[in-house]
């Protein structure tokens, strides 16, 4: 069939009137040149303007869905862009759909594009151990743009303006194009006055007429308890300026390491050194908790790698009350230096040991003949 309009619109064969419009009008908005940032709006935009030229008139359609290109050699067909109705584009209907985002045809044409919007910062804040744990109140430094102080970010000298005679006033300009299907017309912001329909006097000295300039923030950012590397915090109105409106300041969170904790999210883990005769007997020892010294009941005959768990004394977790655990792993560590008394105990528990070893498997001979 060659080129299928029906899915150049993103619908099915037989779609209504209704559907075509639509639709039509989504995807002229997303892919116009003037408003979309995609690398091939300007060819997409054609491609649907092109299907819903042949789609919106009813005998085009009619043809269209019987013979697929073929229409073309019946009567009626006008060609895209050029002879006679051609394409029938609404554009303030269009943009007036914006207005759900917070602007309009006005907007659009009157100075407010995209790229009047001030953009949104990233920086990097670094906090100790505790001060993720716990949250704190840092103060950050950082550049960002921000209206020129001398023109209040009108880029003109003594804010004095002048009717911009690129676009005679009008505040956008008539700009055509040659396609293979005609000659295709459409209206785009002044790149002068960007919209504004007026020009500088002069420019401001200051700014050289960009209504911007460069400034060092400082900031006092509020740092929630349980906050670890890689999150980031959102502030609103704190990025660069632009004359269509502020954007966001991200702060992004690195956190130092601990000399004794390893942190998994809420959890804390940590190796604390047993002697042989705790770990033997039983002890009851300090270990430590982010929020000072702790008692661990260590039972009698634990082995080196056992791990405790120590219910709630771990970090506070995010944007929560509630607390992960601390986790104590012991390892029992073998005396290298032994006095003379020391010595003599240990061999008497060896040959204890030894005795013991003989007894189990004596009775081992015995009860396996059974």
């Known amino acids: 069939m060659g080129k299928d309009y029906y899915e150049s619109l993103g619908l099915k064969k037989g779609a209504s009137e209704d559907e075509?419009?639509?639709?039509?009008?989504?995807?002229?908005?997303k892919y116009h040149p003037d408003v979309s940032s995609d690398k091939d709006a300007e060819?997409?935009?054609?491609?649907v303007a092109e299907?819903?030229?042949v789609l919106s008139d009813a005998e085009k359609k009619q043809n269209y869905d019987n013979y697929g290109d073929a229409y073309k050699n019946f009567q009626g067909y006008e060609g895209f862009g050029g002879f006679g109705r051609g394409v029938d584009i609404d554009f303030e209907d269009i943009f007036n759909s914006f207005a759900g985002a917070g602007f309009g045809f006005g907007d659009i044409f009157g100075g407010r594009n995209k790229r009047d919007l001030g953009s949104s910062i990233k920086a990097n804040i670094t906090l100790t151990f505790e001060e993720a744990a716990f949250g704190t109140t840092k103060e950050i430094k950082y550049e960002r743009i921000v209206k020129c102080g001398e023109c209040k970010g009108t880029g003109a000298e003594k804010e004095k303006f002048?009717?911009?005679t690129t676009c005679n006033g009008q505040g956008r300009i008539l700009r055509q194009q040659k396609t293979p299907f005609g000659i295709f017309q459409s209206q785009t912001v002044c790149h002068e006055c960007r919209g504004r329909k007026e020009v500088p006097e002069k420019v401001c000295p200051h700014c050289h007429g960009k209504g911007l300039e460069r400034d060092e923030t400082k900031l006092d950012v509020k740092i929630p308890a349980g906050i670890n590397t890689g999150n980031h915090l959102r502030v609103s109105g704190k990025g660069n300026e632009g004359n269509g409106g502020i954007g966001d300041l991200?702060?992004?969170i690195l956190v130092e390491?601990?000399?004794v904790f390893k942190r998994d999210e809420a959890d804390l883990y940590a190796e604390i050194p047993i002697s042989f005769t705790e770990a033997a007997l039983g002890a009851t020892i300090e270990v430590p908790t982010l929020k000072g010294k702790a008692d661990l009941k260590v039972p009698s005959g634990t082995q080196t790698g056992t791990i405790f768990k120590m219910k709630g004394k771990g970090i506070q977790k995010l944007n929560s009350s509630g607390h992960g655990d601390e986790y104590i792993k012991v390892i029992v560590e073998t005396p290298d230096k032994l006095n003379k008394k020391q010595k003599e105990l240990l061999k008497e528990f060896a040959e204890q040991e030894k005795l013991a070893k003989k007894r189990r498997g004596f009775f081992k001979k015995i009860f396996g003949k059974f």
């Open 51 to 53: 299907a819903y030229s």
């Open 257 to 259: 390491p601990h000399e």
């Open 43 to 47: 060819h997409k935009f054609k491609e």
């Open 162 to 164: 002048k009717t911009c």
């Open 250 to 252: 991200f702060v992004v």
């Open 20 to 29: 075509i419009k639509r639709a039509y009008k989504k995807l002229a908005k």
